[in-house]
Each structure stands twice: as C-alpha cells, then as structure tokens.
C-alpha cells in the first residue's frame, strides 16, 4: 500500500482529527506566540482543504455511488476494511460517498476563504485565539454532520456546530445584539437538539441501532411504514429545515447572521447547508431502502420540503427587500436561496420511483444541489463584501453609506459578481443551476416555476438597493479611504475565483461533482450536462457564446460612441445637474435618495403584508419557539394522517 493509498483511507476520519487538534493547540499558541496564532489556524484549514480536495477527487472520480464511497470504522480490528455487519455497526462509523464528498469540497473551499479573510478582519479584537479555536472547531463540525454514518454522532456534530457558532456569533463583546443573537440561537438549537435526540431515541427504541445504512435495511425490511418511523421522519425534516433556516422555523437565523463576524457569517452558510445534506440524507438515504413500503411517505416529506421551499424563497426575498442593515438584508437572501434548494430536492422527492423522476425529477434534484455549491460561493462572497463595506464605513445602515465605490474598486467588483450570480443573471453560475430549477419545476407546477423567477428579479432589485446605497453616490463623512487590507481581499478573490470557474465551466462541475453527488443520493445515474454545455452547443445555454454576445455589444456601442458628435455646454451648466427634469444638488449639495426609500412605492402598495409579517418577526424567542412546535406539529399531523 502506498502512502497516497494509506492517505486516502483514512482522509475521512482525518478531516476531522486535523481541525479538532489544531484547534485544542490553538489556545496553546496563544500563550506562547499571538503573532503566530493565525497562521497555525491558517495552516490547519490549509491542510484540511488540500486533504479534502484530494478525497474528493478519490471518490467523485469514480461516480460517488456506493461502490466509491469509503466507509471508515473506528476502532474496528482492521480500521477501514471492517465491514458494516453484525456487531460492527454499533461502531462509529464515517461514510463518505459522492453527496458527502460533494458537501466536504463546499466547507474547505469557503473555510480556506474565511480564515485568510479573518487574518485582517479580527486583528483588532482581543481574544483571537479563542476566534480561531472555535473557527475551527465547527470546521471540525461540518466534516464530521456530513461525513457521519449513524445518527447518534450525527446529533453530536450538530450540537458542537450549534455551539461554536454561539461562540463566534457572540465573539464581538462589544455589541449587546451580538450576546442577544447568539443566545437566541443557542436557545433554538438547543430545543431543536433535544427533539432530534428524541427521534433518535424512537428509532433505537425499536430496531436497537444507529447506524444509518442498517436503519435503512430495518425500515424497509417491515411489512409497513410504522407509526415510530413516521415520527422521526416528521422530526428529522423539522429540526433540519431549522438548522438550515428554512421558513417558518428561520426566526432566529437573521439574528445570528447579521450579528456574527462576517467570515463567520460566510461559514454560517456551510453549517446552514450541512443542515440541508442531514434532511436529504435522513430522507433518501435513511427512508429509501425499500420504496414499496416508504415510498408514499418519502412523496408527502417531499411535498413538505417543496411548500418549505416556496415559503422560504417569498418571505425570504421580501424581508430583504425592506431591510436597511446590509447583513440582516443579506441574511434574508441566505434564507431566500434555501428555498431554491429545498424546492429543486423536494421536487425531485414528490416524483421519486416514478416516471417523472426521469423526465424532470431527476434534473431538478441537479439543479438544486448545484445551488448548494453556488450558494456556499455567492453568498459567501457577499457577506466577505458586507464585511468590507462594514470595516470602511463604519455602519451596518445602508442609509449612511455611500461613494465607497470611489476607493474600493476590488470589493465593488466582487461585489457585483457575488450580486449577479445570486440573482441568476447569465452568464453567472447561479444563472445555472437555477436554470435547471426554472425548467424543471415548471413542468412539475407552472405557477411554482414563475414564482421561483419572481424571487430571482426581486433579489437583483435588492442587490441593486445595496449597490446603490453603499458604493454609489457622495461619499459620507468618517468614512475610511482606501481599500480594505490584503488579506480580506484574498479571501474574497478564492471565492470570486471558483465562482468564474463554475459560471464559464458549468458542465465540466455537473459532470465532475454534481451527477456524482445527485447519483450517491437517489441512486439514479444520469446525465443531463447537455443542458449547461460548453462544448457541443447542443444545450439551452452556453455562457461562453452568451459572453462573447456581451462583449461583442459592447465593443459597438463604444465605436458608436467614439463616432458620434461631441456636445457642447453652454458656461456654467456643468454646476446644474439635473436628473429627468429633478435637481440633483440643493445649495452645492447632492440629493440622493436614502437606501430605505429606494423602493418606498413598492414595500408601500404591500403594506398589508409587511404589517404581519413584522408582527411575526417580534424578536422574542418565546414566540420563535412557537413557531417551531408549531411547524412540528403540522408536519407529523401530515406524515401521520395522510
């Protein structure tokens, strides 16, 4: 056996062992060095993003099905080559196939972009060896909800993401909203843990294992769908649609992304999305053994899973609509995009087993996992951005922002990529993965199809608000000049750099990571790159061509420019600027319409819906609580009675 070969089989159980030790090591550096605190912790993640790269490749390369996928068992005779038979699967075991591989690349490549970020972000905090501990600890925490292969230490994993996010959210002492999002979200996590261990402990009860491959087998294997099984499916989807922040069980998710540091933020996305692969794992992987039995219960879960995702996606984007603080607007669209995923998986899920699934059901399934990647890229990079525009600005307020675009070019140009491809505006890649959601779910519901356009167009008309609020215009006064430091704008180039990437190569990422993962998850292969392809031009969209149209366009418009007559100005014109008849200066000085007002006609004419919905939004976690017990209800009265 080679040393690549001994690498690769125990990669699993090492992606989470080398966070873990850099992260009790970390406090240590601390006493002895500060200086070299972040670089211990730049190294940790280093090593655990080329580690993960290369299992990635180790598996997806091969097709992510079960034949690829490396089960590794912890403290079996033998390690790795213990199989999951007789008394071995009450052992810890990792599993990491093409969905969890697919899953491991989103945590390194958005963690790596972090922790550079971080290095200028957090220099003038106090405590910075407990950031890093805790930054990599829930790296640890993600690797290990997502690589775990029994409930139990699913549970465990999701406890100590729940809690270094609590720690990170309240790493900023200085800010009473900080401690006030942190316990907020402790509280629901906590409740939401408590009644995943309930679930757990029902399915234990009755077949006396965890290990989720042989639950699989145990449930499939009865004559029919049990009321126990019933329960912890309605549980399973409940407390997950939580963690993931999906509507109405997303109260306290704006509260602790706007609060926490802003590379924080970026991997709260991942922890959110782990909460995703833990729903579709407990739904296919756990309920999918034997579809004759669970079949009609895995198309009414899915059914739930699509309405979560409508409710997310509408709410979502017109909460952000309305916001004036830059990172709870974005924590909103974070929110908004969920949907997007939960509406191509549910999809998928409602016509699984069917002929349908193979007409459409399958592609959205692709669609929304390719969102999943470009959704940890995007919003990532937007909320790299939000932290830059807060470090110079010095306000969270849209409304007392403005001309930062004057100095900080780079974060403008970020910005604008982070804010196109969320919109899915072509070429960019959430231009394509949402494109096979559009076509997809308009087959399955016309109506859910146009709605899921709708929130594309209201969320570049949101991003079009923060643009214009924070980077055009005057500048303010107390604004720092310059560009942010180096090292957050690496991070923010990593991201930016993948998203290119996945916009120019989107049937090369289909191709590689996507069918893999889609394959691992519903055990379907197939391929529908021809969709998104760049090299046969037999698909609906090429980017290539499409960006060689814009670029085209432009070159004639600025030729017809350069053609034209030049005007002239009568003397001291110039001073008078008027905007479409309106005067743009008063006494020397520049109107501007304040960033809350940018669409005050709009959230105007809706009044009657944004009056309830802030009643909803109170900011008291007795009533978010409600909210979720009430959500739990409903969906186990439906899995049970249906």
């Not at 905007?579 to 006609?601: A, C, H, K, M, Q």
Request: with cysteine; aromatic share 14%.
């Amino acid at each position: 056996m080679t040393f690549y070969g001994d690498l690769m089989d125990h990669a699993p159980a090492l992606m989470v062992a080398i966070p873990l030790l850099f992260a009790f090591a970390t406090p240590l550096w601390g006493k002895l060095n500060k200086t070299l605190t972040k670089g211990w912790a730049l190294l940790g993640v280093a090593l655990a993003t080329v580690l993960m790269y290369l299992l990635g490749w180790d598996i997806l390369s091969e097709g992510g099905g079960g034949e690829s996928a490396k089960t590794y068992v912890f403290g079996g005779a033998d390690g790795i080559l213990t199989p999951l038979v007789g008394d071995n699967v009450a052992r810890v075991t990792f599993y990491v196939d093409g969905i969890a591989a697919f899953m491991g690349l989103i945590m390194a490549t958005v963690g790596i972009s972090a922790v550079i970020y971080s290095i200028a972000f957090v220099k003038k905090y106090s405590g910075q060896e407990k950031y890093y501990t805790l930054l990599l600890l829930m790296l640890a925490a993600n690797f290990g909800m997502v690589f775990t292969g029994d409930l139990f230490n699913l549970f465990v994993w999701f406890e100590v993401s729940s809690v270094a996010l609590c720690g990170l959210t309240a790493f900023r002492s200085n800010r009473g909203e900080a401690f006030e999002g942190a316990i907020k979200y402790l509280i629901y996590s906590t409740v939401a843990g408590l009644v995943f261990l309930f679930g757990i402990g029902l399915l234990y009860g009755q077949y006396g294992h965890l290990n989720i491959l042989y639950l699989s087998d145990a449930i499939g294997g009865n004559a029919e769908m049990l009321m126990v099984d019933k329960i912890a499916l309605g549980i399973f989807v409940t407390v997950f649609a939580l963690k993931a922040g999906a509507v109405p069980v997303h109260m306290a998710t704006p509260d602790a992304y706007s609060e926490s540091p802003a590379p924080i933020t970026a991997m709260f996305v991942t922890a959110s999305q782990a909460g995703l692969y833990a729903m579709f794992r407990s739904t296919f992987t756990l309920y999918g053994s034997n579809f004759q039995i669970t079949g009609d219960w895995v198309h009414i879960a899915g059914y739930v899973i699509v309405i979560l995702g409508i409710l997310s996606m509408f709410i979502g984007v017109t909460m952000a609509l309305v916001q004036k603080d830059v990172k709870r607007l974005m924590a909103y669209h974070a929110i908004s995009q969920t949907g997007y995923m939960l509406l191509g998986v549910g999809v998928g899920m409602c016509v699984w087993n069917t002929d349908q699934f193979y007409e459409f059901g399958r592609t959205a399934m692709s669609g929304g996992i390719f969102h999943i990647f470009n959704h940890a890229l995007y919003k990532g990079l937007l909320f790299l951005t939000a932290g830059a525009i807060i470090y110079k600005a010095g306000t969270r307020d849209l409304n007392k922002m403005g001309g930062l675009g004057r100095d900080m070019k780079l974060t403008a140009i970020f910005f604008i990529i982070g804010a196109l491809a969320i919109a899915g505006v072509p070429p960019l890649n959430g231009f394509s993965s949402k494109l096979l959601i559009y076509e997809s779910v308009f087959k399955f519901n016309p109506i859910v199809g146009a709605i899921a356009m709708l929130v594309s167009l209201l969320t570049l008309a949101s991003f079009v608000k923060v643009f214009y609020s924070a980077f055009m215009g005057p500048k303010k006064e107390g604004m720092k000049s310059g560009e942010v430091p180096k090292s957050m704008l690496a991070g923010m180039a990593v991201l930016a750099g993948v998203i290119l990437v996945f916009t120019f190569l989107p049937s090369l990422v289909l191709k590689s990571i996507v069918n893999p993962a889609v394959y691992a998850l519903s055990g379907v292969e197939g391929d529908i790159s021809l969709n998104l392809t760049l090299f046969t031009g037999q698909g609906y969209f090429n980017a290539l061509v499409l960006l060689g149209a814009v670029v085209i366009s432009l070159i004639i418009a600025l030729v017809i420019r350069s053609l034209g007559q030049k005007g002239t100005m009568p003397k001291g014109e110039g001073r008078k600027p008027y905007l479409f008849g309106n005067p743009t200066e008063r006494n020397g000085i520049p109107l501007t319409i304040s960033g809350s007002n940018v669409y005050w006609g709009f959230t105007k004419a809706l009044s009657k819906y944004y009056k309830p919905m802030e009643r909803f939004h109170s900011g008291l976690i007795n009533e978010y609580m409600f909210w979720f017990v009430s959500t739990l209800g409903v969906v186990l009265l439906v899995l049970m009675w249906l």
